[in-house]
């Protein structure tokens, strides 16, 4: 198994023909980064997600789609009425559109937190079904994200339960900020992160609080608790991900310092969201290739 580092272009607009992003696409490469993550509601013209695609490809950069069965951006009030089946006719759509930029994965910020757990499961089985419908099987992973289906751990694990080939995104920030606590100091929570952990095959690696879902300084003492919880599971995750596929062909965990813009990051901070993210990204990609060369050392395999 390998460990890839995306780069979020998250708060950072395109320009005109994309003309901000030319130059900084080369420059995360430098950086290290194997790939970036791409809101595709920002790339509004089909021909610039063409050209998109091939600024990545000049670049050496792979390419992760962000979607959203509703509500993109969360642009203006919360739309009424959107029941399952006009969430996945939106999911067919952009999973087509998206389609276009050959991405290593997509990303899905999925369904709706105002559903019945049925209604989510209704809606995650026909996604798994319009994925292999459109050749997509394996390539999206669902979000645990505030606002949608999976923003909870509780309803989560009632999904996974009755829909066990779903993907997930293990966004664990926004379930720490929604239930106030550390999630893997009570016995229940702990059942709750193992239920959740064998489904996670992209990481979206952003340390919060229990009242913020993003740390200004994740090195700071003062975030000294939830950064060890962060690292612990994201490592378990690993692990995971590394027994699972043991033995099989070389597969790859992708993970994202996904650090926003404010109000996410403090509007008065000394050091920008994207600094943080690029310091973050060096840092956790040591940590978590110094635990996958354990597992290989303790196991012999991975």
Same mark, same amino acid.
């Given at each position: 198994?390998?460990? +890839?580092?995306?780069?979020?272009?998250?708060?950072?607009?395109?320009?005109?023909?994309?003309?901000?992003?030319?130059? /900084?696409?080369?420059?995360?490469?430098?950086?290290?980064? #194997?790939?970036?993550?791409?809101?595709?509601? !920002?790339?509004?013209? &089909?021909?610039?997600?063409?050209?998109?695609?091939?600024?990545?490809?000049?670049?050496?950069?792979?390419?992760?789609?962000?979607?959203?069965?509703?509500?993109?951006?969360?642009?203006?009030?919360?739309?009424?009425?959107?029941?399952?089946?006009?969430?996945?006719?939106? *999911?067919?759509?952009?999973?087509?559109?998206?389609?276009?930029?050959?991405?290593?994965?997509?990303?899905?910020?999925?369904? $709706?937190?105002?559903?019945?757990?049925? +209604?989510?499961?209704?809606?995650?089985?026909?996604?798994?079904?319009?994925?292999?419908?459109?050749?997509?099987?394996?390539?999206?992973?669902?979000?645990?994200?505030?606002?949608?289906?999976?923003? =909870?751990? *509780?309803?989560?694990?009632? !999904? /996974?339960?009755?829909?066990? =080939?779903?993907?997930?995104?293990?966004?664990?920030?926004?379930? !720490?900020? @929604?239930?106030?606590? %550390?999630?893997?100091?009570?016995?229940? &929570?702990?059942?709750?992160?193992?239920?959740?952990?064998?489904?996670?095959?992209?990481?979206?690696?952003? %340390?919060?609080?229990?009242?913020?879902?993003?740390?200004?300084?994740?090195?700071?003492?003062?975030?000294?608790?939830?950064?060890?919880?962060?690292?612990?599971?994201?490592?378990?995750?690993?692990?995971?991900? #590394? $027994?699972? &596929?043991?033995?099989?062909?070389?597969?790859?965990?992708?993970?994202?310092?996904?650090?926003?813009?404010?109000?996410?990051?403090?509007?008065?901070?000394? @050091?920008?969201?994207?600094? !943080?993210?690029?310091?973050?990204? +060096?840092?956790?990609?040591?940590?978590?290739? #110094?635990?996958?060369?354990?597992?290989?050392?303790?196991?012999?395999?991975?």
């Amino acid at each position: 198994m390998r460990l +890839q580092r995306f780069r979020s272009l998250w708060g950072i607009e395109p320009g005109p023909n994309l003309e901000d992003w030319k130059p /900084l696409l080369p420059k995360l490469k430098a950086h290290g980064y #194997a790939g970036v993550e791409v809101n595709m509601e !920002v790339i509004l013209q &089909d021909s610039d997600l063409r050209l998109f695609k091939s600024l990545c490809e000049e670049s050496g950069l792979q390419i992760s789609a962000l979607i959203f069965s509703s509500w993109p951006r969360y642009t203006g009030p919360r739309p009424t009425g959107l029941i399952p089946t006009l969430h996945l006719k939106r *999911y067919r759509e952009q999973l087509i559109r998206a389609a276009v930029l050959n991405p290593i994965m997509i990303n899905a910020q999925s369904g $709706a937190d105002y559903w019945t757990v049925d +209604q989510s499961i209704e809606f995650f089985k026909g996604t798994l079904e319009t994925d292999d419908e459109l050749g997509m099987t394996g390539k999206v992973c669902h979000e645990t994200h505030r606002n949608r289906s999976l923003f =909870n751990p *509780y309803t989560t694990a009632s !999904v /996974l339960e009755a829909v066990p =080939n779903l993907r997930i995104t293990g966004d664990f920030s926004h379930w !720490v900020l @929604v239930c106030e606590r %550390i999630l893997d100091l009570g016995e229940e &929570d702990k059942e709750l992160m193992e239920r959740a952990i064998p489904h996670v095959y992209h990481i979206h690696a952003r %340390i919060g609080s229990i009242q913020s879902s993003q740390c200004s300084d994740p090195t700071n003492p003062s975030f000294t608790t939830e950064r060890e919880f962060f690292e612990r599971t994201w490592k378990r995750v690993i692990s995971a991900r #590394a $027994a699972a &596929d043991s033995g099989k062909e070389e597969t790859v965990l992708t993970f994202v310092p996904e650090y926003g813009p404010f109000p996410y990051h403090p509007i008065e901070s000394k @050091v920008s969201f994207e600094a !943080v993210a690029d310091s973050e990204g +060096q840092r956790l990609e040591g940590v978590f290739q #110094a635990h996958l060369d354990t597992l290989r050392t303790t196991d012999g395999a991975f």
